[in-house]
C-alpha cells in the first residue's frame, strides 16, 4: 500500500533546487565548495525595502491580506507595467502571489486540461516541464539550438503547433542562456500565434531588469499588443530587487484567468505574506539606483566567467541578461578522468567539475539541451575567478 498519488510517478524533483542542496550539504561538511548553482543575486535586499518590511512588522500589518494581493500592490504593479511596459491593467487583471514560480503552477492549473499540449522552448527552466505534467497537460519541447541565440524561431513555432496545443511559454530574459528576444523577434514570433488564436501565451519575465550592454527587454504583450488578451504576464521583485525570500511574484493577464488563479490561490496558499507584499510595494515605487548598480555588478562578473570558461574550452553565447552562462560542454564528452573514467554526458560532466574542481554547476540535461552546463554568476568576483581557474585546471587533466 502506499499513499502516493500515481500523478507524482510523472514529475522529478527540482534539478537546480538539488544541486545546490548537494552543494550546501558538501560545504556544511567541510568541503570548499564554490557553487555556481543557485539563480539568486548574492546582494543584501536594499535597506529602504527591508525598512518597510519592518515598518509594516511595527504597525500590525501582520495579518492575512485579500487573497489576491493588497490593493496598494496591485496598483502599484499596475504603474509599473503602464510605466515600464506601456502595458494597461485593471485590479482585476493583476494577482500577487507567493513568488512567480507561484503564479505560473496556478496559471498551469487554472488553464491546462488532460492532453493539453504546452509548448516549451528548450533551453528551459526546470520547472516548466513538470509543472505542465502535474497539470494534466504534454509539455511540447523545441530544441533551440546555440546557433539561434537559444531562442524559438516563428519557423519552429508554426511546426509544433498541433490542435491540442493551449499554451507557449516564453522566458525573456532566458533561464539557463540568458537569452533576449527582440522586439522583431517577438513580433515574429506573434504573427505565428496571430494564426492561431486558440493558444495562449505565459511570459516569464523575472529578470526583465538585468539585462546588458545594449540589449533591452521586450515584452511579447507589448511587441504584439494584439497578443495581450490572451497572455499571461508574470514578473516579480526575486531578481531583481535582492529579494528572493520575501517570496513575492505577480502576475497580469485576462480576467478570466486571474479570476481561477485567485480561486486556486484561496483554496491553496490564501495571500502572500502581508509585511512581505509592504517590503514589494517599497521596491516597486522607491529609487531604483541599486537595481541598476547591481546590473552592473552582474555585467562584471559575466565577462569574467565567460573568460575563464572560453580558455577551458567550454565556449559559451555572451548571454544578453539574466546571471548565468550555458556552457557548451561538447569538446569534453568521451574524454577520460585522471582516475580512467569516461565523460559520456553533460551530467558525468558536471559530477566531474564538483568531484575534480570542487565546483558546483548544473548539467544542461535538466534544461532539456545537450551538452551543456549551466553557471550562476551571482557570487562575489574573488570567488568567480576561483572557480574559473579551478574548472581551467581540471579540464586540462581531461584526455
Not at 7 to 23: D, E, F, K, L, T
Request: with cysteine.
Amino acid at each position: 500500500m502506499t499513499l502516493v498519488a500515481s500523478r507524482m510517478a510523472r514529475v522529478q524533483p527540482s534539478a537546480s533546487g538539488m544541486a545546490a542542496m548537494r552543494a550546501r550539504q558538501l560545504i556544511a561538511a567541510g568541503h570548499d565548495i564554490i557553487s555556481l548553482t543557485v539563480g539568486e543575486p548574492d546582494f543584501d535586499t536594499p535597506d529602504h525595502i527591508r525598512a518597510a518590511g519592518e515598518a509594516a512588522i511595527r504597525n500590525g500589518q501582520t495579518r492575512y491580506t485579500n487573497v489576491d494581493g493588497i490593493p496598494a500592490l496591485k496598483q502599484a504593479v499596475a504603474r509599473k507595467f503602464l510605466r515600464e511596459n506601456g502595458l494597461s491593467y485593471e485590479n482585476n487583471q493583476i494577482v500577487i502571489a507567493s513568488g512567480a514560480k507561484q503564479v505560473i503552477f496556478n496559471a498551469f492549473l487554472a488553464s491546462v486540461d488532460p492532453g493539453d499540449e504546452v509548448i516549451i522552448p528548450a533551453p528551459y527552466w526546470v520547472s516548466y516541464p513538470d509543472m505542465v505534467r502535474l497539470a494534466g497537460g504534454e509539455p511540447v519541447e523545441v530544441k533551440c539550438p546555440a546557433a539561434d541565440g537559444f531562442k524559438l524561431t516563428p519557423e519552429r513555432l508554426e511546426a509544433a503547433i498541433t490542435p491540442r496545443t493551449k499554451l507557449l511559454v516564453l522566458n525573456s530574459p532566458g533561464n539557463p542562456s540568458g537569452a533576449v528576444y527582440t522586439r522583431d523577434e517577438l513580433k515574429a514570433l506573434g504573427e505565428v500565434l496571430l494564426r492561431h488564436e486558440r493558444v495562449g501565451i505565459v511570459s516569464d519575465e523575472i529578470y526583465e531588469h538585468i539585462t546588458f550592454g545594449n540589449v533591452r527587454f521586450e515584452s511579447i504583450a507589448a511587441a504584439e499588443p494584439r497578443l495581450a488578451n490572451r497572455t499571461l504576464v508574470v514578473n516579480g521583485v526575486s531578481k531583481a530587487y535582492a529579494m528572493t525570500g520575501w517570496r513575492i511574484g505577480y502576475g497580469a493577464g485576462p480576467a478570466d484567468l486571474i479570476k481561477e488563479i485567485v480561486k486556486l490561490q484561496s483554496q491553496s496558499t490564501s495571500s502572500a505574506s502581508s509585511i512581505s507584499q509592504a517590503a514589494a510595494l517599497a521596491a516597486l515605487e522607491g529609487p531604483q539606483d541599486e537595481v541598476h548598480r547591481n546590473c552592473s555588478v552582474f555585467e562584471r562578473r559575466m565577462k569574467i566567467i565567460r573568460a575563464a570558461l572560453n580558455e577551458a574550452g567550454l565556449f559559451c553565447e555572451e548571454p544578453g541578461g539574466a546571471f548565468y552562462v550555458y556552457a557548451d560542454c561538447s569538446a569534453y564528452i568521451g574524454k577520460k578522468r585522471p582516475d580512467g573514467r569516461v565523460i559520456e554526458t553533460d551530467t558525468d560532466f558536471a559530477e566531474y567539475l564538483l568531484e575534480e574542481a570542487k565546483v558546483a554547476v548544473i548539467a544542461g540535461t535538466a534544461y532539456g539541451l545537450s551538452p551543456f552546463v549551466r553557471l550562476s554568476f551571482a557570487v562575489a568576483d574573488d570567488r568567480l575567478a576561483e572557480a574559473g581557474s579551478r574548472i581551467l585546471s581540471a579540464c586540462r587533466k581531461l584526455a
